[in-house]
């Protein structure tokens, strides 16, 4: 049985997709980049704060979904330049201590032209 994960806590989903989906015992987010949801706008600016809000959105999706980071088994990390790996990673090892696995990729580009964009797959209790 498949469960949909909507919360207004992160950005409104922009195309044919859900922000989550719990299967399995686990939780499939969808990316967040990093929208502030009670705008609907990118307003962070530089790599440290848009990886903070995409972050902190998947965050919202993991609570809505009944589980944390700490829960967090994989995540796949989008960046629009590697140049920033470094500092992308001074914020996500703040949220992500548990140290899940990991992909981190440059892309040409990403949508509204964003600096990154974070997935996760989380365990939850249901």
Do not use: H
């Not at 922000?19 to 949801?37: K, W």
């Amino acid at each position: 049985m498949l469960k949909t994960i909507s919360t207004t806590s992160a950005p409104a989903a922009i195309g044919p997709y859900s922000q989550g989906i719990i299967a399995g015992g686990f939780l499939f987010a969808s990316g967040q980049i990093p929208i502030n949801p009670a705008t609907g706008a990118v307003e962070a600016v530089g790599i440290e704060a848009q990886a903070k809000q995409a972050i902190e959105n998947v965050g919202a999706i993991l609570k809505e979904a009944g589980t944390d980071y700490a829960n967090v088994v994989k995540t796949t990390c989008f960046l629009a330049d590697m140049g920033d790996f470094a500092a992308f990673n001074g914020v996500y090892e703040k949220y992500f201590v548990n140290k899940p696995a990991r992909s981190c990729v440059a892309v040409k580009q990403l949508p509204k032209d964003v600096l990154c964009e974070v997935e996760v797959i989380a365990a939850v209790t249901e």
